[in-house]
């Protein structure tokens, strides 16, 4: 079971399911382990293009509910970041409305 239902999270159980370690999966596909194992414990956003996210998941064998739920979390990562960026703004925003 995942314990938090992040990209990161859900890469790495798919990453697994498929019998790969880390460095298996990014020795075959060219890409940088350190990269993806920061993006694998959340500390690196997940892809923000589709294609880029299709690339990495090539591979794996999920359902089509699960491609959805994977690129929902992607996606929803991506607008935590913005929002999070926007609150200072949007605090300042509220506190100007209410004087």
Same mark, same amino acid.
């Given at each position: 079971? @995942? &314990?938090?239902?992040?990209?990161?999270? +859900? /890469? $790495?159980?798919? !990453?697994? $399911?498929?019998?790969?370690?880390?460095?298996? *999966?990014?020795?075959? !596909?060219?890409?940088?382990?350190?990269? @993806?194992?920061?993006?694998? !414990?959340? +500390?690196?956003?997940?892809?923000?293009? @589709?294609?880029?996210?299709?690339? *990495? +998941? =090539?591979? /794996?064998? /999920?359902? =089509?509910?699960? *491609?959805?739920?994977?690129? #929902? #979390? =992607?996606?929803? /990562?991506?607008? =935590?970041?913005?929002?999070?960026? +926007?609150?200072?703004? @949007? &605090?300042? #925003?509220? &506190?100007?409305? $209410?004087?």
């Amino acid at each position: 079971m @995942i &314990k938090d239902m992040t990209f990161g999270n +859900l /890469f $790495r159980e798919m !990453r697994i $399911r498929n019998k790969e370690t880390l460095r298996q *999966y990014c020795l075959k !596909r060219g890409l940088d382990p350190g990269n @993806i194992s920061k993006m694998e !414990r959340n +500390l690196m956003p997940p892809p923000s293009s @589709i294609r880029t996210l299709d690339n *990495y +998941l =090539a591979d /794996f064998s /999920f359902s =089509a509910i699960d *491609y959805e739920f994977l690129v #929902a #979390a =992607a996606q929803n /990562f991506h607008v =935590a970041m913005v929002i999070k960026k +926007l609150q200072p703004n @949007i &605090k300042r #925003a509220i &506190k100007d409305l $209410r004087t």
